[in-house]
């Protein structure tokens, strides 16, 4: 694992040209006052959206300390915004992190951090709850970890089937949290308790 590596950069001029071209495509007029700022708008959109490309998610864990707590931590409704690799529309929500130390505690924020970062890339609901659960299983070693994302996506919302306040809920599952149903039912209902 190489830490602090930057993957790629974003080539903000490209995205201003694409965007101008998409505005001449559907017949717009890219000059016209409102319009003429638009590509380099979204263009710094983009750069924040899928900043996440450009960092190493794991090195948010790079800070463990040694603890002998060995019970549950569950960090929950941490905000997340994404974008749906298959629309580039977004879909946002609130992931919810549990999980079982072995001897190695992060800092609360940090497992936020890692969810945020995997989220500012193209995305799918799964991919980002796994990566979320095997970044924590991988670099902390815990007993388990169990991530559940809720989230609305925009592409359900305003195209096709539509259907406004649908939320996708995922989940990832690993060690103690799969082999043993009584934490993970503890973990679950821990998580989707109101306040
Ligand atoms: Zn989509």
């Known amino acids: 694992r190489v ?15 694409a965007v ?16 003429k700022d638009t590509p380099k708008r979204v263009a710094k959109f983009y750069e924040e959206a899928f900043s996440g490309l450009s960092v190493d998610p794991q090195k948010n864990l790079d800070v463990e300390f040694s603890e002998n707590h060995e019970e549950m931590v569950i960090v929950k409704d941490i905000p997340i ?17 549990a999980y079982i130390p072995r001897g190695k505690v992060t800092g609360l924020s940090k497992l ?17 709850t796994s990566q979320i659960a095997d970044t924590i299983k991988n670099t902390l070693n815990p007993h388990g970890v169990l991530v559940v994302i809720e989230a609305e996506h925009m592409c359900m919302t305003i195209r096709g089937i539509k259907k406004p306040g649908s939320r996708t809920v995922t989940s990832a599952v690993r060690g103690i949290f799969r082999k043993n149903a009584a934490t993970r039912a503890e973990a679950f ?5 109101k306040k």
Do not use: T, W
């Open 189 to 193: 209902s821990l998580i989707m308790s």
């Open 3 to 17: 830490k602090g590596v930057i993957f790629m950069s974003i080539d903000i001029k490209k995205i201003e040209e």
């Open 20 to 35: 101008k071209n998409i505005l001449e495509a559907i017949g717009e007029d890219p000059n016209r006052e409102g319009l």
């Open 81 to 97: 915004y994404s974008m749906c690799e298959h629309h580039l529309l977004p879909f946002f929500g609130y992931a919810h992190i």
């Open 112 to 128: 936020a951090r890692v969810a945020e970062d995997f989220a500012r890339r193209p995305q799918l609901q799964e991919r980002l």
